[in-house]
């Protein structure tokens, strides 16, 4: 098992452009999560799915869009990117609502 | 909305003594606890959990308690060991929502 995959693993953007963070999983979980993580903030939990087809806002998901068209996948897509995205994005997954989240390598963006 | 405050933001101890960090949740419908432990430049792991009928656990030098009514959880780690060092981030989730909210974590240094 790879586990949950994300790419890319580090990206520049110009302030405005978007892009799309990939994330999959090959563990057949049903609850994938997005996170950002700034210096001393924690992780901040964007978006969440408890299966494919349903998605659910976090604590911050302005600015940024889900999709779950499929079990493995959960790409986040940020539009109009603004410095204040700048961070270490990281995809985690679950078998279960209260079990092991197991973490993407994480990505780092920066925008300029 | 939901929320977990995690004190103290760094920690430092020397190598042999205890170390604690304290959570408190918000969302009384929050019924279950993990530990995340991340080593700088890796992503988070899971190193211990707690769930709302469980007042206290332990595995190895690591032991975790919840209060329920006060609505606070804390982690224990005894005898610390350079390679305790990393940050630690308490968490608290609902399996009505399998949403997973962090604490902003706490940095944990062990000193030779």
Redesign the interface.
Known sequence: NAGVTQTPKFRILKIGQSMTLQCTQDMNHNYMYWYRQDPGMGLKLIYYSVGAGITDKGEVPNGYNVSRSTTEDFPLRLELAAPSQTSVYFCASSFTNTGELFFGEGSRLTVL | ??NVE?HP?TLSVQEGDSAVIKCTYSDSAS??F?W?KQELGK????II?I?SNVGEKKDQRIAVTLNKTAKHFSLHITETQPEDSAVY?CAS?????????????TTLQVKP
Do not use: A, V, W
Not at chain 2, 43 to 46: A, E, F, N, T, Y
Not at chain 2, 97 to 104: A, D, E, M, S, V
């Open positions: 909305g939901e995690q933001s019924n279950y993990p995340y992503r988070p792991q899971l959990d769930r981030f989730g609902s399996g009505n929502t399998g949403k997973l909210i962090f604490g902003q974590g």
